[in-house]
């Protein structure tokens, strides 16, 4: 913990509780949520105590459930964040022309964030929504992201890394996942090809501020069997290229 005098450990500790029921929607228990935290299960119980009074949890029996009222959090920061709001109506734009699902997302440590969609009509194997957080190894959006490390950060990111293979086509040596990230550099875009999930591929480019800095990514994920790599790069390229311009030119 920081040596900081004005730290609030207490309120460090909630946010860890409250951040350890990410994709647990069914809730968990006491002794799971000081496991992954490395809390005392008396600290967890205190501090659920404290959330469900405030309105953030609720329980039954041993396990515990995060309420709608968190979304509160959530929305505090999507309301007063320009990114998303411009980038929504944009997504909607996009992904009426290619008839696909489209998103932004921003790199958050080793993984990414989606920070505003798009869903189309079509069902996608993958459910994701805005706050959905993915591993940034694997995934079009990621590698686009960490194209816009420096080098010495992009090492130390890998040699960090867990790469776990997803699916037989994920790329989990870390030399090859450094060339796949230059070469995603080199190109502008980043195609991903069934590494994250068995039938999804998808495609990303960077959005880029006024000063060259990649501050997202903005992709598509389309079914494999539906749609090969080669209409991908013809037809979709150059329009998610075209809405992340636009995306950048309209950021402050």
């Known amino acids: 913990m920081p040596a ?16 350890a029921f990410n994709d647990n929607p069914k809730g968990r228990t006491v002794s799971e949520i000081a496991a992954d935290t490395g809390l005392s299960r008396a600290a967890v119980r205190r501090l659920l105590i404290t959330l ?31 990114l998303p709001g411009l980038a929504t109506p944009l997504l909607e734009r996009l992904s009426a022309r290619i008839q696909e699902s489209c998103s932004v ?7 990414i964030v989606y ?28 590698r686009v992201l960490l194209t816009g490390l420096p080098l010495e950060d992009l090492t130390a990111w890998i040699k960090e890394s867990t790469l776990k293979r997803l699916t037989p086509k994920t ?3 870390r030399a090859e996942l450094l060339t796949a990230i230059n070469d995603a550099r080199t190109r502008g875009y980043a195609l991903v090809d069934e590494e994250l999930e068995i039938g999804l591929r998808s495609l990303a480019v960077p959005v880029r501020s006024e000063s060259g800095k990649i501050v997202a990514a903005m992709n598509t994920g389309v079914q494999a069997g539906r749609i090969p790599a080669s209409e991908l790069r013809n037809r979709i390229l150059p329009e998610l290229k075209h809405h992340a311009e636009l995306l950048g030119r309209m950021l402050p």
């Open 4 to 19: 900081d005098p004005d730290y609030v450990l207490s309120l460090a500790r909630g946010l860890q509780v409250i951040e």
């Open 52 to 82: 469900e009074q405030l309105g953030y949890t609720e329980h039954e029996g041993a396990t515990h459930r995060l309420t709608s009222r968190i979304l509160r959090l959530g929305f505090s920061f999507l309301s007063s964040a320009t």
């Open 105 to 111: 997302s921003v790199l958050d440590g080793q993984q």
């Open 115 to 142: 920070i505003a969609r798009s869903a189309s009509t079509r069902v996608m194997a993958v459910d994701l929504a805005v706050g959905s957080r993915l591993p940034a190894y694997c995934t079009s959006m990621g």
């Open 171 to 173: 790329v989990i040596k």
